[in-house]
């Protein structure tokens, strides 16, 4: 069974740091590439950032270059996303997903397994 347990959110003001991570089991994880999405409260889920199966190759979105970074550790089967210079518009459900894809994507379709997601909140 696989689970993917996401940790390390919540409440930080504007231009604070969190750093989110997943603990990964039940699935082969450096075959897996893994990302991070969000949601906000009524929206739709969004992707934030990506990496390799290796950990070569990283893809972000937009509204996060520069700011956050994605990181995987094979040998614990975690995969982090170091958040800096946090906006408001930052807040939502962070979520962790992995797939068996061989390309990074941000299409949510392309993954198959999903985190239940760990809110973060970032103050005005």
């Known amino acids: 069974q696989v689970q993917l347990v996401e940790s390390g959110g919540g409440l930080v003001q504007a231009g604070g740091s969190l750093r989110l991570s997943c603990a990964a089991s039940?699935?082969?994880?450096?075959?897996?590439?893994m990302a991070w999405f969000r949601q906000a409260p009524g929206k739709e889920r969004e992707f934030v950032a990506a990496?390799?199966?290796?950990?070569?190759?990283?893809y972000y979105a937009d509204s996060v270059k520069g700011r956050f970074t994605i990181s995987r550790d094979n040998a614990k089967n975690m995969v982090y996303l170091q958040m800096n210079s946090l906006k408001p518009e930052d807040t939502a459900v962070y979520y962790c997903a992995a797939g068996r894809t061989l390309f990074i994507s941000s299409a949510s379709t392309a993954y198959d397994y999903w985190g239940q997601g760990t809110q973060v909140t970032v103050s005005s």
């Open positions: 990496i390799s199966r290796s950990g070569g190759n990283t």
């Open positions: 039940g699935l082969t994880f450096s075959s897996s590439a």
